[in-house]
Protein backbone atom coordinates (compact mmCIF):
# COMPACT_ATOMS: atom_id res chain seq x y z
CA UNK A 1 0.00 0.00 0.00
CA UNK A 2 1.43 3.75 -0.34
CA UNK A 3 2.90 4.93 2.67
CA UNK A 4 0.05 7.99 4.15
CA UNK A 5 -0.55 10.20 1.56
CA UNK A 6 0.25 13.28 5.09
CA UNK A 7 3.84 12.05 5.23
CA UNK A 8 4.37 13.82 1.51
CA UNK A 9 1.47 16.01 1.33
CA UNK A 10 0.30 14.05 -1.54
CA UNK A 11 -2.88 15.80 -3.06
CA UNK A 12 -5.27 14.84 -5.92
CA UNK A 13 -3.41 16.32 -9.04
CA UNK A 14 -6.31 19.35 -9.71
CA UNK A 15 -7.05 19.28 -13.72
CA UNK A 16 -8.39 21.98 -16.45
CA UNK A 17 -11.67 21.97 -16.77
CA UNK A 18 -11.87 20.95 -20.64
CA UNK A 19 -12.14 24.35 -22.57
CA UNK A 20 -14.52 26.08 -24.08
CA UNK A 21 -12.76 28.02 -26.54
CA UNK A 22 -13.53 27.37 -30.70
CA UNK A 23 -10.24 25.33 -31.00
CA UNK A 24 -11.59 21.72 -32.48
CA UNK A 25 -8.91 18.91 -31.77
CA UNK A 26 -8.31 16.13 -33.42
CA UNK A 27 -9.66 12.85 -32.33
CA UNK A 28 -7.32 10.12 -32.50
CA UNK A 29 -8.11 6.90 -33.50
CA UNK A 30 -9.93 5.30 -30.11
CA UNK A 31 -8.35 1.30 -30.19
CA UNK A 32 -10.90 0.00 -27.36
CA UNK A 33 -7.80 -2.78 -25.70
CA UNK A 34 -10.62 -4.63 -23.91
CA UNK A 35 -11.87 -6.45 -26.82
CA UNK A 36 -8.30 -7.68 -27.75
CA UNK A 37 -8.08 -11.42 -26.63
CA UNK A 38 -5.72 -13.97 -27.43
CA UNK A 39 -5.77 -17.06 -29.14
CA UNK A 40 -6.45 -18.61 -32.66
CA UNK A 41 -10.55 -18.69 -32.38
CA UNK A 42 -9.90 -14.79 -31.50
CA UNK A 43 -7.94 -13.62 -34.48
CA UNK A 44 -10.65 -11.91 -36.35
CA UNK A 45 -11.17 -9.45 -33.31
CA UNK A 46 -7.24 -8.63 -33.62
CA UNK A 47 -6.98 -8.39 -37.04
CA UNK A 48 -10.64 -5.99 -36.96
CA UNK A 49 -7.74 -3.86 -34.51
CA UNK A 50 -4.90 -4.00 -36.73
CA UNK A 51 -6.62 -3.06 -39.75
CA UNK A 52 -8.14 0.04 -37.44
CA UNK A 53 -5.48 1.22 -36.09
CA UNK A 54 -2.74 0.93 -39.55
CA UNK A 55 -3.93 4.09 -41.24
CA UNK A 56 -3.33 6.09 -38.52
CA UNK A 57 -0.01 4.56 -37.93
CA UNK A 58 1.68 5.12 -41.30
CA UNK A 59 0.53 8.53 -41.74
CA UNK A 60 0.26 10.71 -38.58
CA UNK A 61 1.82 7.67 -35.82
CA UNK A 62 -0.44 8.55 -33.45
CA UNK A 63 -3.27 6.36 -31.84
CA UNK A 64 -5.82 6.70 -28.33
CA UNK A 65 -5.64 3.67 -26.35
CA UNK A 66 -9.10 3.08 -24.68
CA UNK A 67 -9.90 0.35 -21.77
CA UNK A 68 -5.87 -0.21 -21.22
CA UNK A 69 -6.85 -2.42 -17.83
CA UNK A 70 -5.01 -0.30 -15.34
CA UNK A 71 -7.23 0.99 -12.50
CA UNK A 72 -8.35 4.11 -12.56
CA UNK A 73 -7.62 4.89 -8.79
CA UNK A 74 -3.78 3.87 -9.31
CA UNK A 75 -3.32 5.89 -12.29
CA UNK A 76 -5.18 9.10 -9.84
CA UNK A 77 -2.55 7.98 -7.09
CA UNK A 78 0.46 8.30 -9.34
CA UNK A 79 -0.75 11.13 -10.35
CA UNK A 80 -0.67 12.76 -7.26
CA UNK A 81 2.50 11.02 -6.47
CA UNK A 82 4.21 12.67 -9.31
CA UNK A 83 2.93 16.31 -8.46
CA UNK A 84 4.43 15.58 -5.06
CA UNK A 85 7.86 14.07 -6.63
CA UNK A 86 8.06 17.53 -9.07
CA UNK A 87 7.06 20.19 -6.62
CA UNK A 88 10.58 19.12 -4.20
CA UNK A 89 12.18 22.15 -4.34
CA UNK A 90 15.03 23.11 -6.15
CA UNK A 91 17.71 23.05 -3.65
CA UNK A 92 15.99 19.52 -2.55
CA UNK A 93 15.94 18.27 -6.16
CA UNK A 94 19.88 18.54 -6.34
CA UNK A 95 20.93 15.37 -4.81
CA UNK A 96 19.11 13.86 -7.07
CA UNK A 97 19.49 15.52 -10.40
CA UNK A 98 19.60 12.92 -13.49
CA UNK A 99 22.40 15.52 -14.80
CA UNK A 100 23.57 19.05 -15.11
CA UNK A 101 21.88 21.55 -14.19
CA UNK A 102 22.05 22.67 -17.97
CA UNK A 103 22.01 20.38 -21.43
CA UNK A 104 25.18 22.50 -22.64
CA UNK A 105 26.89 21.42 -18.75
CA UNK A 106 26.71 18.02 -19.63
CA UNK A 107 30.10 16.04 -20.16
CA UNK A 108 28.22 13.24 -22.59
CA UNK A 109 31.31 11.55 -22.34
CA UNK A 110 30.24 10.07 -19.11
CA UNK A 111 26.52 11.18 -18.13
CA UNK A 112 23.44 10.13 -19.76
CA UNK A 113 21.98 13.77 -19.06
CA UNK A 114 18.67 14.64 -17.86
CA UNK A 115 17.00 13.32 -21.52
CA UNK A 116 17.93 9.69 -20.20
CA UNK A 117 19.85 9.46 -16.51
CA UNK A 118 17.52 8.46 -14.06
CA UNK A 119 16.61 11.46 -11.34
CA UNK A 120 15.36 15.30 -11.71
CA UNK A 121 15.63 17.50 -14.43
CA UNK A 122 15.17 21.05 -12.88
CA UNK A 123 13.78 24.03 -15.11
CA UNK A 124 15.59 25.77 -17.54
CA UNK A 125 17.70 22.84 -18.26
CA UNK A 126 16.93 22.45 -22.33
CA UNK A 127 17.33 25.98 -24.70
CA UNK A 128 14.85 26.43 -26.62
CA UNK A 129 14.58 29.68 -29.51
CA UNK A 130 15.29 33.41 -28.96
CA UNK A 131 17.72 33.15 -26.38
CA UNK A 132 14.51 31.28 -23.85
CA UNK A 133 15.06 28.48 -21.69
CA UNK A 134 12.06 25.77 -20.74
CA UNK A 135 9.70 26.24 -18.11
CA UNK A 136 9.56 21.96 -17.09
CA UNK A 137 10.79 19.93 -14.04
CA UNK A 138 11.14 16.45 -14.83
CA UNK A 139 11.89 12.78 -13.05
CA UNK A 140 13.51 10.15 -15.07
CA UNK A 141 13.02 6.11 -14.12
CA UNK A 142 15.00 3.47 -15.75
CA UNK A 143 15.68 0.22 -15.60
CA UNK A 144 11.66 -0.53 -14.04
CA UNK A 145 11.71 -3.88 -15.85
CA UNK A 146 14.44 -5.46 -14.04
CA UNK A 147 15.01 -6.20 -10.15
CA UNK A 148 17.99 -4.06 -10.25
CA UNK A 149 14.93 -0.98 -10.18
CA UNK A 150 14.30 -1.47 -6.37
CA UNK A 151 18.76 -1.50 -5.64
CA UNK A 152 18.75 2.31 -6.41
CA UNK A 153 18.45 4.74 -9.39
CA UNK A 154 21.31 3.39 -11.26
CA UNK A 155 22.69 6.83 -11.98
CA UNK A 156 26.16 7.53 -10.42
CA UNK A 157 25.51 11.55 -10.92
CA UNK A 158 23.02 11.00 -8.17
CA UNK A 159 25.31 8.12 -6.05
CA UNK A 160 22.49 5.22 -6.99
CA UNK A 161 19.96 7.28 -4.82
CA UNK A 162 15.90 8.03 -4.77
CA UNK A 163 14.50 10.42 -3.32
CA UNK A 164 13.06 9.67 -0.36
CA UNK A 165 9.33 10.17 -1.48
CA UNK A 166 10.53 8.30 -4.82
CA UNK A 167 12.11 5.46 -2.64
CA UNK A 168 8.91 5.11 -0.74
CA UNK A 169 6.62 4.15 -3.72
CA UNK A 170 9.03 2.26 -5.96
CA UNK A 171 6.64 -0.60 -6.10
CA UNK A 172 3.82 1.79 -7.43
CA UNK A 173 5.96 3.34 -10.19
CA UNK A 174 7.41 -0.45 -11.04
CA UNK A 175 3.53 -1.96 -11.27
CA UNK A 176 2.66 0.59 -13.64
CA UNK A 177 5.19 0.65 -15.86
CA UNK A 178 5.54 -3.01 -16.27
CA UNK A 179 2.00 -3.15 -16.63
CA UNK A 180 2.24 -0.74 -19.92
CA UNK A 181 5.34 -2.95 -21.07
CA UNK A 182 4.08 -6.60 -20.91
CA UNK A 183 0.73 -6.02 -21.57
CA UNK A 184 -0.61 -2.64 -23.74
CA UNK A 185 3.00 -3.29 -25.34
CA UNK A 186 2.44 -6.66 -26.06
CA UNK A 187 -0.68 -6.06 -27.17
CA UNK A 188 0.18 -3.17 -29.90
CA UNK A 189 3.08 -5.56 -31.06
CA UNK A 190 0.94 -8.63 -31.84
CA UNK A 191 -1.22 -6.10 -33.77
CA UNK A 192 1.79 -4.50 -34.92
CA UNK A 193 2.67 -7.86 -36.92
CA UNK A 194 -0.86 -8.64 -38.17
CA UNK A 195 -0.29 -5.47 -39.65
CA UNK A 196 2.73 -6.39 -41.27
CA UNK A 197 1.60 -9.70 -41.77
CA UNK A 198 4.22 -11.31 -39.74
CA UNK A 199 3.82 -14.46 -37.18
CA UNK A 200 2.29 -12.98 -34.24
CA UNK A 201 4.93 -12.23 -31.47
CA UNK A 202 7.68 -11.44 -34.04
CA UNK A 203 7.78 -7.59 -32.88
CA UNK A 204 7.38 -8.38 -29.36
CA UNK A 205 10.11 -11.39 -28.91
CA UNK A 206 12.63 -9.80 -31.53
CA UNK A 207 12.22 -6.45 -29.83
CA UNK A 208 10.66 -5.81 -26.60
CA UNK A 209 10.81 -8.67 -25.25
CA UNK A 210 12.69 -8.68 -21.63
CA UNK A 211 14.78 -10.75 -19.68
CA UNK A 212 15.39 -9.92 -16.37
CA UNK A 213 19.08 -8.74 -16.08
CA UNK A 214 19.70 -9.26 -19.70
CA UNK A 215 19.89 -5.40 -20.07
CA UNK A 216 21.68 -5.21 -23.59
CA UNK A 217 19.12 -8.16 -25.49
CA UNK A 218 15.82 -7.26 -23.86
CA UNK A 219 13.42 -4.04 -24.82
CA UNK A 220 12.78 -2.03 -21.92
CA UNK A 221 12.26 1.81 -21.27
CA UNK A 222 12.01 4.84 -19.44
CA UNK A 223 9.51 6.42 -17.00
CA UNK A 224 9.03 9.93 -16.48
CA UNK A 225 6.68 12.11 -14.53
CA UNK A 226 6.45 15.71 -16.09
CA UNK A 227 5.31 18.97 -15.09
CA UNK A 228 4.82 22.09 -17.17
CA UNK A 229 4.52 25.37 -15.06
CA UNK A 230 3.54 28.43 -16.61
CA UNK A 231 6.21 30.38 -18.41
CA UNK A 232 7.27 34.68 -18.74
CA UNK A 233 4.29 36.35 -20.43
CA UNK A 234 7.90 37.92 -22.61
CA UNK A 235 9.49 34.55 -22.76
CA UNK A 236 5.98 33.16 -24.65
CA UNK A 237 6.12 35.57 -26.83
CA UNK A 238 9.60 34.70 -27.92
CA UNK A 239 8.97 31.62 -28.47
CA UNK A 240 5.22 31.53 -30.26
CA UNK A 241 3.99 30.31 -26.90
CA UNK A 242 5.70 26.79 -27.50
CA UNK A 243 6.38 25.30 -24.03
CA UNK A 244 8.17 22.16 -25.60
CA UNK A 245 9.65 22.47 -29.06
CA UNK A 246 8.41 20.35 -31.76
CA UNK A 247 10.64 17.20 -31.57
CA UNK A 248 10.13 13.22 -32.68
CA UNK A 249 11.12 10.76 -29.96
CA UNK A 250 13.68 8.36 -30.74
CA UNK A 251 12.09 4.89 -29.33
CA UNK A 252 10.04 2.33 -30.16
CA UNK A 253 6.46 3.54 -29.04
CA UNK A 254 5.74 7.03 -26.38
CA UNK A 255 2.74 6.00 -23.96
CA UNK A 256 1.73 9.58 -22.55
CA UNK A 257 -1.47 9.71 -20.00
CA UNK A 258 -4.40 11.88 -22.04
CA UNK A 259 -4.85 14.93 -20.42
CA UNK A 260 -8.05 17.78 -20.32
CA UNK A 261 -5.60 20.43 -20.80
CA UNK A 262 -5.34 21.68 -24.85
CA UNK A 263 -1.35 21.30 -25.47
CA UNK A 264 -0.32 18.51 -27.25
CA UNK A 265 -0.26 19.24 -30.91
CA UNK A 266 0.60 17.06 -33.40
CA UNK A 267 2.65 18.22 -37.02
CA UNK A 268 0.61 16.82 -40.17
CA UNK A 269 3.50 14.60 -41.41
CA UNK A 270 1.88 15.77 -45.21
CA UNK A 271 0.80 19.23 -44.52
CA UNK A 272 2.64 20.92 -42.18
CA UNK A 273 -0.02 22.02 -39.78
CA UNK A 274 -0.21 21.79 -36.09
CA UNK A 275 -3.70 19.81 -34.72
CA UNK A 276 -4.35 19.66 -31.08
CA UNK A 277 -4.71 16.43 -29.55
CA UNK A 278 -8.23 15.82 -28.10
CA UNK A 279 -8.89 14.29 -24.34
CA UNK A 280 -10.05 10.73 -23.29
CA UNK A 281 -10.57 10.31 -19.77
CA UNK A 282 -8.18 7.50 -18.52
CA UNK A 283 -6.88 7.10 -22.15
CA UNK A 284 -3.19 6.80 -22.98
CA UNK A 285 -2.03 8.61 -25.76
CA UNK A 286 0.46 6.34 -27.87
CA UNK A 287 2.76 7.41 -30.67
CA UNK A 288 5.43 6.00 -32.81
CA UNK A 289 9.14 6.85 -31.83
CA UNK A 290 11.96 6.97 -34.80
CA UNK A 291 13.10 3.42 -33.75
CA UNK A 292 9.92 2.06 -34.86
CA UNK A 293 9.56 4.16 -38.39
CA UNK A 294 13.36 2.71 -39.34
CA UNK A 295 12.71 -0.68 -38.30
CA UNK A 296 9.75 -0.27 -40.64
CA UNK A 297 11.54 1.36 -43.37
CA UNK A 298 9.08 4.15 -42.84
CA UNK A 299 5.95 2.54 -43.39
CA UNK A 300 4.79 4.04 -39.75
CA UNK A 301 5.88 7.68 -38.74
CA UNK A 302 7.23 8.67 -36.30
CA UNK A 303 5.81 12.28 -36.14
CA UNK A 304 6.70 15.86 -34.99
CA UNK A 305 4.83 16.92 -32.32
CA UNK A 306 5.13 20.08 -29.28
CA UNK A 307 3.25 20.92 -26.36
CA UNK A 308 2.06 25.08 -26.53
CA UNK A 309 0.45 27.43 -23.87
CA UNK A 310 -3.30 26.10 -23.42
CA UNK A 311 -6.14 28.37 -24.31
CA UNK A 312 -7.29 31.66 -22.08
CA UNK A 313 -10.15 29.82 -19.92
CA UNK A 314 -6.91 26.99 -19.15
CA UNK A 315 -3.92 29.38 -18.66
CA UNK A 316 -4.20 28.84 -14.84
CA UNK A 317 -3.58 25.19 -14.80
CA UNK A 318 -0.71 23.13 -15.04
CA UNK A 319 0.27 20.57 -17.12
CA UNK A 320 0.89 16.96 -15.75
CA UNK A 321 1.85 13.97 -17.80
CA UNK A 322 3.16 10.33 -16.80
CA UNK A 323 4.83 9.14 -19.88
CA UNK A 324 6.75 5.80 -20.94
CA UNK A 325 9.13 5.66 -23.72
CA UNK A 326 9.40 2.41 -24.86
CA UNK A 327 12.19 1.34 -26.31
CA UNK A 328 13.50 -1.66 -28.62
CA UNK A 329 16.53 -3.62 -27.74
CA UNK A 330 19.56 -1.73 -27.92
CA UNK A 331 21.34 -4.98 -30.37
CA UNK A 332 18.27 -4.54 -32.98
CA UNK A 333 18.58 -2.97 -35.86
CA UNK A 334 17.05 -0.12 -37.37
CA UNK A 335 15.84 -1.07 -40.86
CA UNK A 336 13.44 -3.26 -42.51
CA UNK A 337 15.75 -6.15 -43.75
CA UNK A 338 15.68 -7.98 -40.36
CA UNK A 339 12.10 -8.18 -40.75
CA UNK A 340 11.58 -9.80 -44.02
CA UNK A 341 7.83 -8.41 -44.00
CA UNK A 342 5.75 -9.38 -46.95
CA UNK A 343 3.37 -6.37 -46.23
CA UNK A 344 6.64 -3.91 -47.12
CA UNK A 345 8.24 -6.37 -49.47
CA UNK A 346 4.71 -5.95 -51.63
CA UNK A 347 4.87 -2.14 -51.21
CA UNK A 348 8.56 -1.78 -52.39
CA UNK A 349 9.66 -0.69 -48.74
CA UNK A 350 13.26 -1.34 -47.54
CA UNK A 351 16.65 0.02 -46.68
CA UNK A 352 16.77 3.37 -48.55
CA UNK A 353 20.53 3.29 -49.73
CA UNK A 354 21.76 6.33 -47.79
CA UNK A 355 20.75 4.92 -44.35
CA UNK A 356 23.99 3.09 -42.58
CA UNK A 357 23.33 -0.18 -40.87
CA UNK A 358 23.21 1.03 -37.31
CA UNK A 359 21.72 -0.58 -34.06
CA UNK A 360 19.03 0.92 -31.68
CA UNK A 361 21.75 2.15 -29.07
CA UNK A 362 23.52 4.17 -31.85
CA UNK A 363 21.00 6.08 -32.71
CA UNK A 364 19.78 6.89 -29.02
CA UNK A 365 22.85 7.62 -27.45
CA UNK A 366 23.32 10.48 -30.53
CA UNK A 367 19.90 11.50 -30.85
CA UNK A 368 19.48 11.93 -27.07
CA UNK A 369 23.00 14.70 -26.58
CA UNK A 370 21.25 16.98 -29.01
CA UNK A 371 17.24 17.49 -27.88
CA UNK A 372 18.47 21.41 -26.00
CA UNK A 373 22.04 21.99 -27.26
CA UNK A 374 22.29 25.60 -28.05
CA UNK A 375 24.06 25.26 -31.06
CA UNK A 376 21.10 23.21 -32.45
CA UNK A 377 18.03 24.52 -31.04
CA UNK A 378 18.51 28.18 -30.40
CA UNK A 379 16.91 29.31 -34.07
CA UNK A 380 14.67 31.97 -35.34
CA UNK A 381 12.01 29.63 -36.47
CA UNK A 382 10.05 26.64 -34.58
CA UNK A 383 12.16 23.92 -36.18
CA UNK A 384 15.72 23.19 -34.75
CA UNK A 385 18.86 22.93 -37.09
CA UNK A 386 18.92 19.50 -38.63
CA UNK A 387 21.84 17.00 -37.67
CA UNK A 388 23.05 14.28 -39.85
CA UNK A 389 23.12 11.18 -38.35
CA UNK A 390 23.84 7.69 -39.92
CA UNK A 391 22.51 9.05 -43.36
CA UNK A 392 19.51 9.92 -41.42
CA UNK A 393 18.38 13.67 -40.24
CA UNK A 394 18.17 13.45 -36.18
CA UNK A 395 14.58 15.04 -36.58
CA UNK A 396 11.65 13.82 -38.59
CA UNK A 397 10.45 17.43 -40.19
CA UNK A 398 10.51 16.80 -43.82
CA UNK A 399 10.29 12.59 -44.64
CA UNK A 400 6.89 12.80 -46.29
CA UNK A 401 7.62 15.95 -48.39
CA UNK A 402 7.42 15.11 -52.59
CA UNK A 403 11.01 14.36 -53.47
CA UNK A 404 12.35 14.62 -50.16
CA UNK A 405 16.05 13.68 -49.89
CA UNK A 406 18.93 14.11 -47.97
CA UNK A 407 20.23 16.39 -51.19
CA UNK A 408 17.45 18.49 -51.39
CA UNK A 409 17.24 19.03 -47.35
CA UNK A 410 21.51 20.14 -47.62
CA UNK A 411 20.33 22.88 -50.40
CA UNK A 412 17.05 24.45 -48.22
CA UNK A 413 18.39 24.21 -44.76
CA UNK A 414 21.38 24.32 -42.47
CA UNK A 415 22.42 20.57 -41.82
CA UNK A 416 25.13 19.80 -39.17
CA UNK A 417 27.09 16.58 -39.90
CA UNK A 418 28.80 15.07 -37.14
CA UNK A 419 32.27 14.46 -37.37
Not at 135 to 149: A, G, R, T, W
Not at 222 to 231: C, K, S, T, V
Not at 382 to 389: Q, S, W
Request: net charge negative; charged share 25%.
Amino acid sequence: MPVAKDKYNLRPFKEAPLSTSPIKPIELEAVDLSLYKDGAGNLPIRQKLATQIEKSLSTYGFIMVTNHGFPHDKLEFLKSLAQGILEVPLESQKPYLAGALKSDLEDRSISLGAERGAGYKPKKYWSMRNGVEDSIIHYNFNNMQHPLFFQGSGNANNNNQYPPIVQDHLSQVAEYYRYLHNDVLRKLCNLTDIVLELPEGFIWDNYYKVTPNDYENSGGGAGRFMLYEGMDPQDREKVGDTWLRGHSDSGGFTFITSQPILSLQIRDYFTGEWNYVGHTPDGLIVNIGDAMEFITGGYFKSSIHRVVGPPDDQKEFRRLVLIYFCKPKSTCILDAEPLQSPKLNRLGIGKPKEWEKIDFAAWNNEKSRLFGKKNVNDTQSEEPKLVLLYGRLHERWHQAETDFSLEEAEKKFQVIKLT
